[in-house]
């Protein structure tokens, strides 16, 4: 599932139950078994990565040998870099998470209000999701919806729910030269971005939920991924929280 790009985008997904240690959630319904994987992923907006990487990540689930975060910073492992979320209009366009689900024996259409997703993420001590195009403090019922990125794949249904955080221009000096945020991203702006998400988000985690049918109760798992400080970075402190939470208004991108 995503969103088109808004004014000064970020965007992530929180799922949350039994993962195991390899990071694979598996739920076993009375109809519908669900398995759930993470990676990060060339940016959908644009990148020619993005393709090739989908083609090979859904032949991998469905054949059961994909690694969680196996194009990552730390393949093998639920543990991000910044790095792995982080996207812009420039350059090689970066990166940004997916979680991927796969269900065999469904259809899309069979799963027509049985099925929805969310991403959570954490940011200056408090949780967040999207309703809309907005940011909304999570909560149980808040920030599911429908899938738009799923299909019938090789007898089952296969999707994605995806996060990033959107770098421009003014992340660091010089600032932009024109009325576009966008287009003179820099990697000195990218790092820049890095940092402030060290300072204020440890998580982002994919949610699902599915039902029998739509008058039965939902079953919801996850799976997360935690931030991981480098010796570089600054962590969180609760005096900079506040400061920080009117940038990353202005940042949502799915």
């Known amino acids: ?3 088109k790009p808004m004014n000064r985008r970020s965007f992530l997904v929180t799922v949350i139950a039994a993962a195991t240690v390899a990071g694979l959630w598996h739920y076993s319904g009375h109809a519908t ?12 907006y644009g ?12 032949a991998d689930v469905v054949a059961g040998t994909f690694q969680n975060l196996q194009t990552g910073t730390y393949p093998g492992t639920l543990d991000i ?55 909304a403090l999570d909560s149980s019922d808040v920030g599911w919806s429908q899938p738009t990125r799923w299909e019938d ?3 089952g249904v296969i999707g994605s729910l995806g996060f990033a955080w959107w770098s421009t221009d003014d992340d660091a ?34 949610f699902v939920r599915i ?3 739509v008058n039965s109760e939902w079953e919801v798992s996850s799976l997360r991924v935690d931030v991981v400080p480098d010796g570089g970075s600054t962590l969180l402190l609760a005096g900079l929280a506040v400061a920080g939470l009117a940038g990353f208004h202005r940042r949502l991108k799915s």
Do not use: C
């Open 211 to 213: 039902r029998d049918d």
């Open 173 to 206: 000096p010089p600032f932009t030269t024109d009325t576009n945020p966008y287009n003179e991203t820099d990697q000195d702006d990218i790092d820049a971005l890095r940092l402030e998400v060290f300072k204020y988000q440890t998580f982002a985690e994919g």
């Open 81 to 135: 870099d910044p790095y792995d979320e982080i996207v812009y209009s420039t350059l090689d366009l970066g990166k940004r998470l997916h979680w991927i689900y796969w269900m065999p024996g469904e259809t899309v259409a069979s799963l027509n209000g049985r099925f929805e997703v969310k991403w959570v993420i954490d940011w200056g001590g408090e949780n967040w999701t999207q309703v809309g195009t907005s940011w």
């Open 153 to 155: 794949y090789s007898g």
């Open 1 to 3: 599932m995503t969103f």
């Open 47 to 58: 990148s020619p990565a993005w393709a090739p990487w989908w083609t090979e990540t859904k």
């Open 33 to 44: 078994t669900i398995s759930l994987y993470v990676d990060s992923a060339p940016n959908v």
